[in-house]
């Protein structure tokens, strides 16, 4: 979509911004001045990453599918940037005046907010156990008080 090719690792072609950058005035033309788009020092780092994700908003990407500024400036939570691009990619595969555009699979399975349950044989739910824990001390309790020597 942009013509770009990484020639690292995801995270780090992503890390400073211009990428996500041209990304979005690929999507939405001149929403992002050039000039503005810099590849050099910290902060240009910041700028580039806060006017994507002001951008990404701006086109209807939903707050909580917005990563924060760190995650993907420290590198600290990739997933989040992850999601964030599916999002936006899910509005772009719906509008209408980018149909010549090329469109991202579906999102992956670890991304996806609704976790499903995995039995592991031998291993119990956390919540079977306090209740069970729970049912026990009752029943102690009333073993204790049954033969206190102050009834």
Same mark, same amino acid.
Request: net charge positive.
């Given at each position: 979509?942009?013509?770009?090719?990484?020639?690292?690792?995801?995270?780090?072609?992503?890390?400073?911004? /211009?990428? *996500? /950058?041209?990304?979005?005035?690929?999507?939405?033309?001149? /929403?992002?001045?050039?000039?503005?788009? !810099?590849?050099?020092?910290?902060?240009?780092?910041?700028?580039?990453? &806060?006017?994507?994700?002001?951008?990404?908003?701006?086109?209807?990407?939903?707050?909580? &599918?917005?990563?924060?500024?760190?995650?993907?400036?420290?590198?600290?939570?990739?997933?989040?940037?992850?999601?964030?691009?599916?999002?936006?990619?899910?509005?772009?595969?719906?509008?209408?005046?980018?149909?010549? /555009?090329?469109?991202?699979?579906?999102?992956?399975?670890?991304?996806?907010?609704?976790?499903?349950?995995?039995?592991?044989?031998?291993?119990?739910?956390?919540?079977?156990?306090?209740?069970?824990? !729970? !049912?026990?001390?009752?029943?102690?309790? &009333?073993? *204790?008080? &049954?033969?206190?020597?102050?009834?």
């Amino acid at each position: 979509m942009i013509d770009e090719v990484a020639r690292v690792d995801f995270e780090f072609f992503l890390k400073d911004g /211009c990428i *996500l /950058c041209k990304l979005m005035n690929r999507i939405n033309p001149g /929403c992002i001045p050039e000039e503005s788009i !810099t590849w050099e020092g910290a902060r240009s780092k910041q700028i580039n990453i &806060k006017n994507f994700l002001q951008q990404a908003e701006a086109y209807g990407v939903p707050k909580a &599918k917005l990563f924060h500024l760190e995650d993907l400036l420290h590198l600290r939570h990739i997933p989040r940037v992850t999601r964030c691009i599916y999002a936006l990619a899910k509005l772009v595969a719906d509008d209408s005046n980018l149909s010549d /555009c090329p469109r991202l699979g579906d999102e992956p399975s670890f991304m996806q907010e609704h976790k499903k349950k995995v039995d592991v044989p031998g291993h119990r739910d956390t919540k079977d156990v306090l209740a069970q824990l !729970t !049912t026990e001390k009752k029943k102690d309790e &009333k073993k *204790l008080a &049954k033969h206190s020597l102050y009834q």
